[in-house]
Nanobody
Framework: QVQLVESGGGSVKAGGSLRLSCTAS????????WGWFRQAPGKEREGVAV????????VYGDSVKGRFTISQDNAKNTLYLQMNSLETEDTAVYFC?????????????????WGQGTQVTVSS
């Protein structure tokens, strides 16, 4: 089994930055995908960024392209999300998730393992 734990959330002013971390207690196979999703009150769950565990391939949601960067440290079994130029619309609970397979990587329904989430709040 894979257990995912997020950290790094908090409150920042618009234009600021945060770096989220997701550490897996179990091994993420190189043929898995893992990434970040978010959900704000009253909104549907949204794919933010996904990475192929065995390589550098990355997919980003349109709303975060150019501002967020996903990366991973396989030696530490950790996934990161660097969030720059944060906007109030980025306020949400951010989740880390892993999937064995997925036709569309930003589709949250593909994902088998989920972390508990970490709150990101961006104020004006």
């Amino acid at each position: 089994q894979v257990q995912l734990v997020e950290s790094g959330g908090g409150s920042v002013k618009a234009g600021g930055s945060l770096r989220l971390s997701c550490t897996a207690s179990g091994y993420i196979p190189s043929n898995y995908y893992w990434g970040w999703f978010r959900q704000a009150p009253g909104k549907e769950r949204e794919g933010v960024a996904v990475s192929y565990a065995g390589g550098s391939a990355e997919v980003y949601g349109d709303s975060v392209k150019g501002r967020f960067t996903i990366s991973q440290d396989n030696a530490k079994n950790t996934l990161y999300l660097q969030m720059n130029s944060l906007e109030t619309e980025d306020t949400a609970v951010y989740f880390c998730a892993a999937a064995r397979s997925c036709a569309y990587l930003l589709d949250s329904n593909c994902y088998d393992y989920w972390g508990q989430g970490t709150q990101v709040t961006v104020s004006s």
